[in-house]
Each structure stands twice: as C-alpha cells, then as structure tokens.
C-alpha cells in the first residue's frame, strides 16, 4: 500500500491513524457519556477584596469510566468540532440552574450568582433564550443569579444577532460577562452596545502582572474601561498573595483563582464558605 511515494506514504502515517482513530473514539465516548451521564459540575468561587463569597463559575467536567476525570480542554473542542456541545451546554444550564435553587435555599444566603460559559456555537442556535429561559422554568431558579459567560470570538459573528439575543434574555434578568477579556477580537463601540454586566480579565495579563509592565498596563485599561462603561469586573487566575495585592491596589473589585479555591464539587465550596455558626 506504500506505492505512491513520499506524499503517500505520509497518508499511512501510523501516527495519524492513531490519532485519527483516538479521535473518533472519543468522539463515541462522549455521546455514550451524555447518554449515561458521565458529566458534572464543578465551581470555583468569586470573591471580592475582603474574600468574601460574590458567586461562582461552573466548569463542566467528564467522570470518564476508563480515563478518570478528564478537564474540558480535552473534550470542549472537539464537542464544539462535532456539535455534542449543544447538548452538553444544555445540560450545563440545566445542572447549573437546579444548583443554583439549591444555593438559593441553603447556607449561601447572601446575593451570589452563577456563571455558566455559553460556547459561540450554542449561543448561535436560533432557540438559544427559549432553552435558557426554558431551564430557568423547569428549576424554578432566579434568572437574577445566572450570568451568561460569553467570548470575544462571537463578536466576529452578526453582532445585531448577538445584542438582540443577548437583550431578550437580559430582559428576563439574566446577566451577561465576557470571558478572557482582552485577548481576542474586541471593538470597543461593540463593546458599548452589549448589554453586558461584567468583564472578566484573561488569566494570561494576571500571570505576570508583576513583572510584566505591558500586562499591568493592560489591566489598567481594561479597570478604567469598565468603571466608565459601569462594568463590574472579575480578575482570573488569582494564585498568589502578590498578585491580589497589586489588583487590589489597581482598584479590582472581585477575584477569581487557586488562591481563593479550585473548581470543586458544589458541597465542597459550600463547606469552603460556611458563614461561621
Ligand atoms: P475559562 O472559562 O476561562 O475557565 C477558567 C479556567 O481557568 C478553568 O479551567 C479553571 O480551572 C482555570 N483556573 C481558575 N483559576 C486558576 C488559577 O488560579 N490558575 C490557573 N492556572 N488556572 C485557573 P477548566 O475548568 O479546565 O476550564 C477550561 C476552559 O474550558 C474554560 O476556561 C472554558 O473555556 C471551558 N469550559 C469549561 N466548562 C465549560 C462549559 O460548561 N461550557 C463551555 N462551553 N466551555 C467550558
Ligand atoms: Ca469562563
Ligand atoms: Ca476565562
Ligand atoms: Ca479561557
């Protein structure tokens, strides 16, 4: 079967058929483990300057029966390659929805919301507020508490689309954040004209923002911009006391990284944040 030469011979790469073939069964896995509900949640905390809990983000995690727990960056893109992200979103929203009627009744008494992330794919689906409202209904959960966590990309997609969508579900009460802020494609007229409530700063400007002038510049801007625009704003990927200290003397509200906890199980981060008896 080798006939054709170098440029053939490259087709039978048995490296590429393994990953070709790697890829189709995880392809098959992760429809079997939709069906069989190998998917969970977990939520790492938010918190503001005094550390105390403001809310959550819910991280979709796969309790694979082979593998282990495997972290969405092993399986996102490829769901969003083959389209099982649109039911594995719902789901997320689902699950999500009923956690948050749970946080609702239970020791969590202050203000908190939940943030979901919505991949451009699954915003774009023409009955994208229908679920969401949808899942809201069925738990009973309050749509005050949910924000949605949206990405720049989808700013390079019809963006009259995107406000009218975005405008009927904060109609409702449901908030919107952008995520990773700053590192994709993002005009600043656009911005102004999204009903959103919240920016989130890339992890990538906190790594260094000590050492890295450019970075700390960059965090600058993006806190004065959202003063102006009246924008709350979440700083990711918090690890160390350094970093906390330099954010909050740049005048960041809220926090969000290892330092303050990890994604874990929901009972976790409620025993993590227990007001004391
Ligand atoms: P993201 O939305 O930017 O989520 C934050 C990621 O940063 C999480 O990774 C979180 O564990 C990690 N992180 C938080 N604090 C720190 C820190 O202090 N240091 C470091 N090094 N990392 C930190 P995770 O859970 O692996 O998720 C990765 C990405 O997968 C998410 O990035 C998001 O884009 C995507 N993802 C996760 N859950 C969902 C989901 O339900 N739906 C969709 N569409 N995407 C999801
Ligand atoms: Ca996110
Ligand atoms: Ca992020
Ligand atoms: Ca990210």
Redesign the pocket.
């Known amino acids: 079967a080798k006939a054709g030469g170098r440029n053939t011979v490259r087709f039978f790469d048995p490296d590429m058929q393994a990953a070709v073939s790697a890829r189709s069964e995880l392809e098959s896995d992760l429809r079997h483990g939709l069906q069989h509900g190998e998917f969970l949640l ?1 939520y ?1 905390p938010v918190v503001d300057s005094a550390g105390r809990l403001l809310g959550a ?4 995690r796969w309790q694979h029966p082979r593998r282990g727990l495997v ?3 092993e399986f ?1 893109p490829l769901a969003e390659q083959t389209g099982l ?1 649109l039911p594995l ?1 719902r789901w ?1 929203l689902e699950a999500a929805c009923r956690q948050l009627v749970v946080w609702a009744q239970s020791a969590v008494t202050r203000p908190f919301f939940l943030s ?4 451009v794919r ?1 915003f774009r689906q023409p009955e994208f507020a229908e679920q969401v409202l949808g899942a809201l209904q069925a738990s009973g959960a309050n749509p005050e508490r949910l924000k949605l ?1 949206l990405t720049e990309s989808l700013m390079a997609t019809d963006v009259e689309e995107v406000i009218q969508r975005m405008e009927q579900l904060r109609e409702r009460g449901v908030g919107f954040s952008l ?2 802020f700053g590192t994709g494609y993002s005009s600043l007229s656009y911005l102004k004209r999204l009903p959103l409530e919240q920016l989130k700063i890339d ?1 990538g400007f906190v790594r260094d923002v000590l050492a890295d002038a450019n970075d700390a510049a960059i965090v600058r801007t993006i806190l004065a911009l959202a003063q102006s625009l009246d924008l709350q704003v979440v700083a ?4 160390t006391t350094g970093q906390l200290e330099f954010l909050r003397r740049l005048g960041c509200p809220a926090f ?4 303050f906890g ?2 874990v199980p929901a009972t976790v981060l409620e025993r993590a944040f227990r007001p004391a008896p």
């Open positions: 977990h790492q983000e819910a991280l979709v972290p969405p960056s996102i992200i979103g997320v979901v992330n919505v991949s699954q966590e995520d990773d992890r990711e990927g918090v690890e969000q990284g290892y330092l990890r994604p």
